[in-house]
């Protein structure tokens, strides 16, 4: 098999992500899914904060000079501020307003960034060997798994029905197999710009996790609760930190 076609199958292996880890919510009833939410949003605040300092920063730092690449960062937060308020003026015009909406659609448009670099990622490591393809590949498919759980989940969190969550999580995921392919055959073109969209990346999942979903989970205020979130969130950047380790191990 070529490599052309091995790019193919490993960048809609890792979109596939998305199926697996949705579908799992979907089996279950919806009163053990919506208990799930809440749980499933603190790991999801751990994996983005995990995915950011531990996998897309590292990764944007290497080719990059670091005052570019975390000046890129500092903008990437402004913009995705003024991009919330432009998204509450566009969807409330009144003194309530539903703002865990919000973090639904950034998080679809910071995921479509971020698996769209994940299948550059995929198409240079396959064009630079079948094994460092192979590794690479599977790492992309261990992190998005969880990820994409939490993505998910914070679709349901911020309103979106089931169906709808899962049809916007597969057209977020879609832009890897399209990257890969875009990268196969003009990777050089592309390269350069690399390290400064991934660092807009890592700003938009910062942005998401601190400012919308943080403050989420301080609603409800009981010792209890506030061990279990600390746990999860623990969970989530010590799963991030695990693949970034086995990945480079």
């Known amino acids: 098999m070529g490599t052309l076609a091995w790019i193919i199958v490993f960048s809609l292996l890792g979109s ?12 279950l009833p919806e009163g053990s899914w919506r208990r799930l ?6 790991f999801a605040v751990g994996t983005l904060l995990g995915g950011s300092f531990l996998g897309l920063l590292p990764r944007a730092l290497e080719p990059g000079e670091r005052l570019h690449v975390f000046s ?12 919330e308020k432009w998204v509450l003026w566009r969807h409330c015009h009144d003194s ?5 909406r919000v973090a639904g659609e950034l998080i679809l448009l910071g995921d479509a960034i971020h698996n769209f670099f994940d299948g550059i990622v995929i198409a240079a490591s396959f064009l630079s060997g079948p094994a460092l393809g192979i590794s690479s590949a599977l790492a992309v498919v261990a992190h998005e798994v969880p990820q994409e759980v939490g993505d998910f989940a914070i679709l349901l969190h911020s309103g979106y029905g089931k169906g709808r969550a899962l049809a916007y999580n597969l057209l977020s995921s879609a832009t890897t197999p399209v ?15 690399v390290p400064y969209v991934l660092a807009i990346s890592a700003a938009s999942f910062l942005y998401i996790a601190m400012s919308d979903l943080v403050p989420g989970l301080h609603r409800v205020i009981s010792l209890r609760n506030a061990a279990v979130q600390v746990t999860l969130i623990l969970a989530g950047i010590l799963t991030m930190a695990a693949i970034r380790t086995i990945a480079h191990g």
């Open 96 to 100: 309530e307003c539903p703002v865990d």
């Open 72 to 83: 890129t960062v500092l903008a990437g937060v402004v913009l995705f501020f003024l991009l």
């Open 37 to 42: 939410i809440s749980l499933l949003v603190s």
């Open 16 to 27: 596939a992500g998305v199926v697996v880890g949705a579908g799992a919510l979907l089996l």
């Open 179 to 193: 990257a890969a392919l875009i990268a196969y055959f003009a990777l050089s073109a592309i390269q350069p710009l």
